[in-house]
């Protein structure tokens, strides 16, 4: 649901569950359409929602952002090089820089927050075929 007044070039009103599930869980970032008020070059946000055992199909390697990843609710794992990050209480959170090669994994249903800066393009994985 978009906000229909006379701001609505500016404004979005959204529901995050309902409107990641149409883009994969992005909310905001530069693969918005530029006329859409999430559109964003600066940041890219997402609301993850995995199920128990999903995992990301391969690490990402060349790292060109910062970001910050909170656990809203689960256990979510970061894979880091040298180090595993368990995420097992509401608030739990993980930071890394550019540089910082990452994978994850899902170890129960879990909501995750991410929040990357800059939004560039690259790091998409496509879906496995079945």
């Given at each position: 649901m978009s906000d229909a007044g006379p701001d609505s070039g500016t404004v979005y009103v959204g529901n995050a569950g309902r409107d990641a599930a149409l883009d994969r869980g992005w909310l905001l970032g530069h693969f918005k359409d530029a006329?859409?008020?999430?559109?964003?070059?600066?940041v890219e946000i997402k609301w993850g929602v995995h199920p128990k055992g999903d995992e990301r199909?391969?690490?990402?390697?060349?790292?060109?952002?910062?970001?910050?990843?909170?656990?809203?609710?689960?256990?979510?794992?970061?894979?880091?090089?040298?180090?595993?990050?368990?995420?097992?209480?509401q608030g739990d959170y993980v930071v890394w820089g550019r540089g910082v090669d990452?994978?994850?994994?899902?170890?129960?249903?879990?909501?995750?927050?991410?929040?990357?800066?800059?939004?560039?393009?690259?790091?998409?994985?496509?879906?496995?075929?079945?």
């Open positions: 006329s859409d008020p999430r559109h964003s070059e600066d199909a391969q690490w990402v390697t060349g790292e060109a952002r910062t970001a910050l990843l909170v656990l809203i609710s689960g256990r979510f794992r970061v894979e880091l090089p040298g180090r595993s990050v368990l995420l097992a209480e990452h994978s994850w994994y899902a170890e129960e249903e879990s909501v995750v927050l991410t929040v990357r800066w800059p939004s560039v393009t690259g790091y998409s994985v496509s879906d496995p075929l079945p």
